[in-house]
DNA sequence: CGTTGGGTTGATCGACCTCAATAAAAGTGG
DNA sequence: CCACTTTTATTGAGGTCGATCAACCCAACG
């Protein structure tokens, strides 16, 4: 149950190799979707100055709960978890951030939750601070991030439904859909093969399962020919029966 | 199942009979809880102009999940069940807005979930669009709004690990602390005694559980003294029994 | 190779649900 | 105020979904 045992606490901020997805917001591949959206030419090249682009191997922590929150992070690349712990142990995994993602929306003091890379990780960091005059200074940034602070709340709130009221069968349809759609977020076609960056724990303590629960219930879909269990992901073959036990 | 059953569709929006809480922003008791608090005393009386005070009586539907928008709003005395239903009838309670709350924070075109009177209730209303036309005047509501929504996500978040992660008496009891906490904002002392407007059907629905369970586990907590049930609400008395099971 | 982390599968168990009955409270109309 | 209905709360008996415990497989990797 110890789930910040292989995760070394020092952090590889190493400059990215790929460089234009990093280092330019102007030519930045998550441009449309994050904050960023909110600016201007001109503004854009102003956040530029305060972003430090950085890469992050796998498992790696990023922040952790309780921590004094420094930085802001736009993720350009990869997966991240985001979760809490409860004092014995027991873990529930609030969300996982994807390229175009914004981890410290609130901007608050403190980390309300744990972050930690689940593949290798390209991200734009700011200071809190910084990023924060900088949104005291532009309306419209403000703007853009309490929309996508909103968003993130109905997201969190049909995660309550999930949680509270879905059986475990459902709780895999949905969460498999759901991802699906953030990963076709930006592009105009959504595929039917759903990468899978996390493993089976990661699902179950986002789900409220156990890993033997979610694995079983896979396993199960794919003898019903509703997917296929394929390296690090899956392939959805039965859309109607999946969107079926998903919907709201 | 039909949680619709006995709510009128008819909204009566009666002038409220207790006037200084409800008219007049300047003396309004909630002023320094909700949005308002973002404003000078100048920019206090534009908001009155947009601002219509209301009672409700209980069990009265507010708005409806998937409907459009229309108005924004301010509660300012007695609660409000904030719930999805999925299409088969079962229903997940996301909330409890009580005094001070604000409904429509995300100023969405349309509703994520509906609302009703679970008391007599009063409140504010503000058309949506003027209210956001005020809010795009003023950044510092705008601030105020983005503060707030974080502490609804920060909410939303802790309440996932409720549901994912802890045993149905520990879901009571954080239920009991939670709401302990949200009466007691405002004023200086926490009180024992906490009210319970909602019926245990609502608990469960909040907390994932059944009637049954929700009352067995009440009678549970009382017959060990814990607390003593009294009509309309609970009496603390076991403080850190209770505190070690919600414990974060 | 041995080790380690992740995944699958089986057998068993128990926390919570379901179904059912009753009790208590809260209207409602005479 | 009292009979009557409706809603809400409680309690019991029994069932089930998902958890727990345990074994095993497999791929990655030093």
């Known amino acids: 149950m110890d789930h910040s045992s292989n995760l070394t606490q020092i ?3 190493a400059p990215c190799p790929n460089v234009h997805s990093a ?3 102007e030519h930045c591949k998550v441009r449309a979707l994050s904050v960023c959206a909110a600016l201007e030419a001109d503004e854009l090249a102003e956040l530029n100055r305060y972003a430090h682009p950085f890469c992050l191997s796998a498992k790696q922590n990023l922040f952790a709960q309780e921590e004094e929150s420094t930085s802001v992070y736009n993720i350009t690349d990869g997966a991240v978890r ?5 004092p014995d142990g027991r873990r529930q995994i609030i969300g996982f951030a994807l390229p175009g993602d914004f981890l410290g929306l609130s901007m608050a003091e ?3 939750f744990s972050a930690d890379t689940l593949t290798t990780v390209s991200a734009c960091q700011f200071s809190r601070i910084e990023f924060s005059n900088l949104v005291d200074k532009k309306p419209q940034l403000l703007r853009r991030l309490h929309n996508l602070a909103s968003h993130e709340l109905s997201l969190a709130q049909d ?5 509270g009221r879905r059986t475990a069968e459902e709780k895999i349809a949905a969460f498999l859909m759901g991802l699906r759609k953030r990963w076709g ?5 959504l595929s039917v093969l759903v990468p899978l ?4 724990q990661d699902i179950g303590d986002f789900l409220g399962l156990t890993v033997e629960t979610v694995s079983r219930l896979m396993t199960k879909l794919a003898r019903e020919k509703v997917l296929v269990i394929v390296p690090d992901g899956v392939r959805l073959l039965n859309m109607d029966r999946l ?5 709201t």
Chains 1, 2 share one sequence.
């Not at 977020?185 to 076609?189: M, N």
């Not at 960056?197 to 089976?200: A, D, E, G, L, S």
């Not at 969107?243 to 919907?247: F, I, S």
């Open 82 to 86: 985001l979760y809490k712990i409860l």
């Open 197 to 200: 960056p996390m493993t089976r």
């Open 110 to 112: 403190r980390n309300a």
């Open 243 to 247: 969107e079926k036990l998903a919907e």
């Open 185 to 189: 977020r930006g592009s105009d076609h």
């Open 23 to 25: 280092v330019d917001c």
């Open 11 to 13: 952090k590889v901020l």
């Open 159 to 163: 995660q309550m439904v999930i949680l």
